[in-house]
């Protein structure tokens, strides 16, 4: 790790620079905090948490995970047991020792659309001791009637092809949809009923107000060229500038990257079922084969603890082979 | 009546089945005239189309095939075909009766674009 760090403005032993080119770490999670848009962050070490970890877990009003491409119906090599690695990605969360109070499911639950793989799903997460999870769709969830069997199962309440908003301990969580009627060519999209809606969604909060917004699909462009990215999600994040804190969770390309950009952190999750390779760095976006005794060190959760105020939000990820 | 109804029912089931069967294109084919039908193939390997150009006269039938261990749909920008989400090696199968360029791409990985010239 240390051949990567170049600057090390924090002392925390990895800068940006350094962390953005080794963002596909197998087997270690990362914590991270932001202090008004200034990013630190810090390796999390296999096992227990140390000390400097504790510190920004410290004081937290309360603390959501972020899970994300389960693929329930998945089965080739690159992970024969999808199902068995969601129950083990539940199993962690019903180990953290603070409980999360909800979970956020970043898409492609399943791998087909098939209700058969949706039962499946459900009935694993069914077992995670959090109050709620709120879903977005990724791209596999909506392969037929046009998305209705998501909405039916996942979506209830929700606008349009999916999104909502829902306020929780003075943060405000914003839902958005970026797999549907896509463009040929094109990326992700949100589309201009779903952006009229955000616009207005947002118009009533204080610019004080922490934001959190997750969508399946990144919102910001990791790498066009294997459709990592949404079209017109710079006009989606145009609505957000004015907020002090806002964090953007995204999955889709299941493996941990981040950035800042002025207020607004972005972060994608690992995914519970199969790795994908780094940017550029494979022929094609598909699963990635590893050995099966290092598959659960590059799937995962994401803990996100909350702190107000501060505008600290603590994003720790851990992967599932992690005791 | 009921049994009737329930025979009904069985039959077009049993005929859709057929005609979503991998292996089926004999059934969609059309044949234009004394000629026999003519098919061309286009595989899907690591999120591509190829080839990505295919040339063929009208009344062939094109037939898909996926090679990736993650689903594809195959739609025109037209909106003239699409597939449903085609697993691992599941089949796609449309014929072309008139000339023309049909653009087409993956309508979940929409970078995946090709074309189909008919002449």
Known sequence: ?323 | MKKMTWFLELAATVAVAIALMPGSTPLLAVSAGDKPASGATVKIDNFSFGPADVNVPAGTTVTWTNNDDVPHVVASDDKLFKSKALDTDDHFSFTFTKPGTYAYYCAIHPKMTAKIVVH
């Not at chain 1, 922490?210 to 459709?227: K, M, Q, R, S």
């Not at chain 1, 995204?250 to 995914?271: C, D, P, R, W």
């Open chain 1, 1 to 323: 790790m240390a051949d990567f760090i170049r600057d090390n403005i924090n002392k925390d032993g990895i800068d940006r620079r350094g962390f953005l080119q080794c963002m596909a770490w197998a087997g270690t999670g990362v914590l991270y905090t932001m202090h008004g848009g200034i990013l630190k962050s810090l390796p999390l070490a296999q096992g227990a948490m140390g000390g400097d970890q504790m510190k920004n877990m410290k004081g937290a009003d309360f603390s959501f995970i972020q899970i994300s491409d389960s693929h329930i119906g998945f089965s080739k090599e690159a992970n024969p047991d999808v199902t068995a690695t969601l129950q083990v990605a539940v199993d962690r969360i019903n180990s953290t020792a603070a409980q999360p109070d909800f979970l956020l499911h970043t898409g492609d639950i399943s791998q087909l659309s098939k209700p058969s793989e949706f039962d499946t799903a459900e009935q694993v997460l069914k077992g995670a001791k959090a109050g709620k999870i709120f879903y977005v769709p990724g791209e596999h969830d909506v392969l037929t009637d046009d998305g209705q069997q998501y909405l039916d199962r996942f979506g209830k309440g929700t606008k349009g092809k999916g999104w909502y908003s829902f306020d929780h301990k003075g943060a405000h969580f914003i839902g958005l949809v970026n797999v549907v009627d896509l463009k040929a060519g094109g990326l992700g999209s949100l589309g201009s009923s779903q952006l009229e809606w955000l616009a207005d969604d947002v118009k009533q909060l204080k610019s004080s107000t922490p934001v959190v917004v997750f969508a399946h699909i990144p919102l910001w462009t990791v790498y066009p060229e294997w459709g990592w990215g949404t079209d017109d999600s710079q006009q989606a994040l145009g609505y957000l500038k004015r907020f002090g804190s806002v964090s953007v969770l995204n999955g889709h390309i299941h493996q941990i990257m981040q950035k800042v950009e002025g207020n607004i952190s972005f972060h994608t999750a690992l995914s519970t079922a199969f790795p994908q390779p780094a940017p550029g760095t494979a022929p094609s976006p598909g699963p990635m084969k590893v050995p099966a005794d290092q598959l659960r060190n590059v799937l995962g959760i994401t803990h996100v603890n909350f702190v107000q105020g501060s505008h600290s939000l603590a994003v720790v990820d851990s992967p599932l082979a992690q005791s």
